[in-house]
């Protein structure tokens, strides 16, 4: 039976303005890994939720090459097909999905409002996981040659690079594990790090240490990407002396950590200084019945593991809120 929102008790709802709009039991933003494990479990707690999938079905998972450290895949999964499987196995348990992005909110009233490019759902709950994306130097020349030698994302880009001289940016473990990636095509990998210490983890520091194709440059940054039609080469400064040296290169992939989706929840769903979404451990934002899940709301541990258990734990505790607020009673895995 689905939800109208003439059967709904939400103070401060319109009946009469949309007495026939069908309302969500559950509503998912975003279909990473967080984001998929919260429709299963909604899914399976016969909550038969919505997900739109946003700009990445799997979200950055997917595009890893291989994902090593998800626990029930000894050999790896390659990122992509684990969104796949992700999907697959909420989609045997009802959940539903839509390549829609969402643009606007409103959380000031119950049932939520969510926009899109194209339509208006209402939702009684709303799980938010947006993810994060990658950052960008901006510095000059970088907007200008992206997809011509500037580029986020080996796996997607560095078929390209055959035999190529590529720098890398950065010293976390996005870097340094896509440093590794690109070493299967370019001629050498120059990683570019602005302290003299990696932050990435010992198996990723070891293993680039140890690959032949793999060099550092210590306490430089890039100051500008060189280079009219195609990248031509970078601009350095030391950072301890302040001298600069060009680099030369046929492109750069910067990994230089990570910015929350959160743009369209600014007002409504309290953040930290860095824009995550600030939750309870239930998940819960600052309004009941609206969740936050993955890397949204966490800048600590963003693995792929750790976002599908909140994800699981947001669709569980939104559960247990129409449990209370609904006249539906939903069962929820416990
Ligand atoms: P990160 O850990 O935040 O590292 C970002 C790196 O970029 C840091 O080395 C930082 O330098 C450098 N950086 C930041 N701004 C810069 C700038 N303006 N110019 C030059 N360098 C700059 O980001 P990440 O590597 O994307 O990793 C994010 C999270 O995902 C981490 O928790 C990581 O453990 C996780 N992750 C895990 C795996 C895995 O387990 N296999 C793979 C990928 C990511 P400083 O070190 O000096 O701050």
Same mark, same amino acid.
């Given at each position: %039976?689905?939800?109208?929102?003439?059967?709904?008790?939400?103070?401060?709802? !319109?009946?009469?303005?949309?007495?026939?709009?069908?309302?969500?039991?559950?509503?998912?933003?975003?279909?990473?890994?967080?984001?998929?494990?919260?429709?299963?479990?909604? #899914?399976?707690? !016969?909550?038969?939720?919505?997900?739109?999938?946003?700009?990445?079905?799997? +979200?950055?998972? @997917?595009?890893?090459?291989?994902?090593?450290?998800?626990?029930?895949?000894?050999?790896?999964? /390659? +990122?992509?097909?684990?969104?796949?499987?992700?999907?697959?196995?909420?989609?045997?348990?009802?959940?539903?999905?839509?390549?829609? %992005?969402?643009?606007?909110?409103?959380? @000031?009233?119950?049932?939520?409002?969510?926009?899109?490019?194209?339509?208006?759902?209402?939702?009684?709950?709303?799980?938010?996981?947006?993810?994060?994306?990658?950052?960008?130097?901006?510095?000059?020349?970088?907007?200008?040659?992206?997809?011509?030698?500037?580029?986020?994302?080996?796996?997607?880009?560095?078929?390209?690079?055959?035999?190529?001289?590529?720098?890398?940016?950065? /010293?976390?473990?996005?870097?340094?594990?896509?440093?590794?990636?690109?070493?299967?095509?370019? @001629? @050498?990998?120059?990683?570019?790090?602005?302290?003299?210490?990696?932050?990435?983890?010992?198996?990723?520091?070891?293993?680039?240490?140890?690959?032949?194709?793999?060099?550092?440059?210590?306490?430089?940054?890039?100051?500008?990407?060189?280079?009219?039609?195609?990248?031509?080469?970078?601009?350095?400064?030391?950072?301890?002396? +302040?001298? !600069?040296?060009?680099?030369?290169?046929?492109?750069?992939?910067?990994?230089?950590?990570?910015?929350?989706?959160?743009?369209?929840?600014?007002?409504?769903?309290?953040?930290?200084?860095?824009?995550?979404?600030?939750?309870?451990?239930?998940?819960?934002?600052?309004?009941? +019945?609206?969740?936050?899940?993955?890397?949204? %709301?966490?800048?600590?541990?963003?693995?792929?593991?750790?976002? #599908?258990? %909140?994800?699981?734990?947001?669709?569980?505790?939104? /559960?247990?809120?129409?449990?209370?607020?609904?006249?539906?009673?939903?069962?929820? !895995?416990?």
């Amino acid at each position: %039976m689905e939800l109208r929102l003439n059967n709904l008790k939400s103070p401060g709802a !319109e009946p009469q303005a949309n007495a026939e709009k069908k309302v969500e039991k559950v509503l998912v933003l975003g279909a990473g890994p967080a984001g998929m494990s919260a429709a299963l479990y909604a #899914a399976r707690a !016969e909550l038969n939720p919505l997900v739109l999938i946003g700009t990445e079905l799997g +979200g950055q998972a @997917s595009l890893t090459f291989t994902i090593e450290n998800y626990p029930g895949f000894p050999d790896g999964v /390659g +990122g992509a097909e684990l969104g796949e499987l992700f999907k697959k196995q909420a989609e045997r348990f009802g959940a539903r999905f839509e390549y829609e %992005m969402a643009t606007e909110v409103d959380f @000031s009233r119950r049932p939520f409002v969510v926009k899109t490019y194209g339509k208006e759902i209402l939702a009684e709950t709303v799980i938010v996981t947006t993810g994060a994306s990658p950052n960008h130097l901006n510095i000059p020349g970088e907007n200008l040659l992206v997809g011509r030698g500037v580029s986020y994302c080996a796996t997607c880009d560095g078929w390209f690079f055959k035999e190529k001289k590529l720098a890398v940016v950065g /010293g976390g473990d996005s870097a340094l594990e896509e440093a590794l990636f690109l070493t299967r095509y370019a @001629s @050498s990998v120059t990683i570019i790090h602005r302290r003299d210490e990696l932050r990435a983890g010992a198996i990723l520091q070891r293993r680039a240490k140890e690959n032949p194709k793999i060099n550092f440059i210590w306490n430089a940054v890039v100051e500008e990407i060189l280079g009219e039609n195609g990248v031509q080469g970078l601009k350095l400064r030391e950072v301890i002396t +302040g001298a !600069e040296t060009t680099f030369a290169a046929d492109g750069v992939f910067i990994f230089v950590g990570h910015t929350p989706n959160t743009q369209i929840f600014k007002g409504q769903l309290d953040m930290d200084e860095k824009g995550y979404i600030k939750t309870d451990l239930t998940m819960t934002t600052n309004i009941p +019945g609206v969740y936050a899940a993955g890397e949204v %709301m966490d800048s600590h541990y963003r693995q792929v593991v750790t976002s #599908a258990g %909140m994800g699981a734990a947001a669709a569980i505790q939104a /559960g247990r809120f129409l449990e209370e607020h609904s006249l539906e009673p939903a069962a929820v !895995e416990k």
